[in-house]
């Protein structure tokens, strides 16, 4: 039998007013998101992909329960999430957790990596306060820092250690779905390699299902098991990672796979030659 998609998105739409006339008449309406609709079963990733400005990071945010949708649906594990208020509402900000491509601007520069780790235990009254200290170090081991690193602040940290106490931070309070906002689009080569292992690896220890948010094929590849292509605020194409990049079938998603860099062996063989 199928697996029920713990999250199932349908016809959702997201429209901004850009300006107002100066007497006071509605201006243009930028239809953001354009009817989106996508579902991604329990323990998978779904590589959202899309150029900036193609809707995907206010589709994001308005599955987090972060924006507000002009109309469709959201239901997360069965539940309409638009419909939710109160205690059900914690309920589901504590089961779905953002880390966003910026992690020094989501991070408070005046609070210590501790404490910011630590604000999802006590918003969710989670733990007692003498075991959160324990519960935020055991988080910094698991994403490769130092227990000690919990008294720095974060402008003490290199981009790749920032979007590590970020990673920390979403999964303290134990989250089954992550939304990662081009979690390693502002990190060196190398970086991004460690980061999207780190995420790999919790994925299989937790079971957590991922959207993966993301302007680069190239990153995606070896990562998503669907990949879901749109523009301008629409979904073009969807389908599983190997066959979009074996057969893509939309000339956006094609233009995209051209762009990806490819490696010239003859080309490295003369710049080692010198």
Same mark, same amino acid.
């Given at each position: ?32 998101? !354009? ?44 539940? /309409? ?20 491509? !910026? ?15 630590? !604000? ?60 990662? /906002? ?81 490696? !010239? ?10």
């Amino acid at each position: 039998m199928p697996t029920e998609p713990i999250l199932a998105v349908r016809d959702l739409r997201r429209e901004f007013v850009v300006r107002r006339s100066w007497l006071g008449r509605p201006g243009a309406v930028v239809r953001a998101v !354009d009817g989106v609709s996508l579902s991604i079963a329990a323990g998978q990733t779904l590589a959202l992909v899309g150029e900036s400005g193609s809707g995907k990071s206010t589709l994001g945010r308005c599955i987090a329960r972060l924006d507000v949708p002009t109309a469709g649906s959201v239901r997360f594990d069965g539940q /309409d999430v638009l419909g939710l208020g109160g205690t059900e509402l914690m309920r589901f900000r504590r089961s779905v957790q953002i880390v966003f491509q !910026d992690p020094y601007a989501s991070l408070n520069p005046r609070r210590r990596v501790g404490q910011a780790i630590a !604000d999802g235990l006590v918003i969710h009254r989670l733990l007692a306060a003498r075991d959160r200290r324990e519960r935020v170090l055991e988080l910094l081991r698991r994403v490769g820092l130092r227990p000690d690193h919990a008294e720095r602040y974060p402008h003490q940290f290199s981009g790749g250690q920032r979007q590590r106490i970020a990673i920390a931070r979403a999964l303290a309070v134990s989250p089954r779905f992550i939304i990662a /906002d081009e979690p390693v689009s502002s990190l060196d080569v190398s970086i991004r390699a460690q980061i999207l292992n780190l995420l790999a690896e919790l994925q299989a220890e937790r079971s957590l299902t991922y959207l993966f948010i993301s302007h680069d094929l190239g990153v995606v590849r070896h990562f998503a098991d669907r990949v879901a292509i749109m523009q301008s605020g629409r979904l073009v194409e969807e389908g599983p990672c190997d066959q979009i990049f074996a057969d893509p079938r939309h000339p956006y998603t094609q233009a995209l796979l051209r762009a990806v860099p490819r490696p !010239d062996p003859a080309r490295r063989r003369r710049w080692q030659g010198g």
